[in-house]
């Protein structure tokens, strides 16, 4: 089969598209031909290795070089095979969901990381939600606890998490305040969001409006800075730790945030999602219900995963970038 792979950390300069084996599934495990792929940040971390404290970590990174080398986790596509202890899912099944290098014409999911597709979206839009949409459900209902009438504040409201996060804190009733650039204003104003502040004009912590809830998907603020903005006992959610550091590439803000927590009034929550299929099947129910709708700015086919990869870490995607596979050998 045709995949995205890679045998040393680097930029997307080391990724190739080669042909390689059909991955084997155990017995949890569903065998997935691939329709579409997400493009998020982990898989740049994946791809660079980076922050190095992550590789002891995180499962698939290995200290000199990636333990599996095929790129991408989002997917969404139809059921190939399934393995002998699943009973969720048989071969025809349309599914999304996180898999095991999804930047390939197959790959294997665990069965509790895949839901059935949403039924109103394309395959395309169904494999940009699971990561983003996970984080972005899990950072508003359970870390923010987000409760109707709440003046909410999301940071990167435009990013792949915050599209998400918009709508799914206007579906809890929040009145919700996006912070992004010129020229994606307009969209975050689309999700729903109430008022929107262009972080090159406007300042979010100036003023007299405090925030129940801020989630910072953005990484760039200081503590103190993201404080000033919320309410003496309002909760600052810390989802994106993007910064340019090697060792530890913004984490060191999430450990700061936790020791801090102990000693103020306000929540200070290092944010860590869960990729499970219950929270996959709740987002489903938001989709088909019209109350979240994921958002592509750009498809990028197989052979142009280092492109789209490229696109994302310059700061260009308005919502989220999808990679399609072709779906018969031949189209190669």
């Not at 930047?103 to 699971?130: G, H, I, M, S, W």
């Not at 099947?281 to 086919?301: C, H, M, N, Q, Y």
Request: charged letters at 20%; a negative charge.
């Amino acid at each position: 089969m045709k995949a995205i792979v890679q045998d040393r950390y680097g930029s997307a300069d080391v990724l190739e598209l080669r042909d390689i084996a059909k991955p084997e599934i155990g017995e949890s495990e569903v065998l997935v031909r691939v329709h579409a792929a997400g493009v998020d940040r982990g898989v740049w971390h994946l791809m660079t290795g980076l922050p190095y404290f992550l590789r002891p970590l995180i499962p698939d990174l290995g200290l000199r070089a990636p333990k599996n080398p095929v790129r991408g986790s989002d997917l969404a596509g139809v059921v190939e095979a399934a393995g002998n202890n699943v009973t969720a899912f048989k071969p025809g099944d349309e599914v999304f969901g996180i898999g095991m290098g999804s930047y390939a014409e197959y790959t294997r999911v665990p069965e509790d990381k895949l839901a059935p597709k949403p039924a109103n979206v394309t395959f395309e839009q169904a494999a940009v939600v699971p990561i983003s949409g996970l984080t972005a459900l899990q950072a508003v209902r359970d870390s923010g606890n987000v409760q109707p009438g709440q003046k909410v504040l999301i940071i990167g409201a435009s990013g792949g998490v915050g599209t998400f996060a918009v709508q799914i804190a206007k579906s809890f009733g929040a009145h919700v305040t996006g912070v992004c650039s010129t020229t994606k204003v307009d969209l975050v104003r689309s999700l729903g969001a109430d008022h929107v502040i262009n972080y090159t004009h406007e300042d979010f912590a100036e003023g007299d409006q405090r925030y129940d809830v801020i989630l910072d998907t953005g990484g760039h603020s200081s503590l103190s800075h993201l404080r000033r903005a919320l309410t003496p006992k309002g909760t600052l959610v810390i989802v994106g730790a993007e910064t340019d550091g090697k060792w530890f590439g913004g984490f060191d803000r999430s450990i700061r945030a936790m020791v801090l927590s102990r000693f103020v009034d306000q929540q200070l929550i290092a944010f860590v999602n869960s990729e499970n299929a219950e929270d996959l099947i709740a987002i489903k129910t938001l989709i088909e219900a019209g109350k979240v709708t994921p958002t592509i700015d750009r498809s990028f086919s197989l052979d142009e995963a280092p492109k789209a990869i490229r696109y994302l870490e310059e700061g260009h995607a308005r919502g989220k970038v999808a990679v399609t596979v072709p779906t018969a050998t031949s189209a190669w």
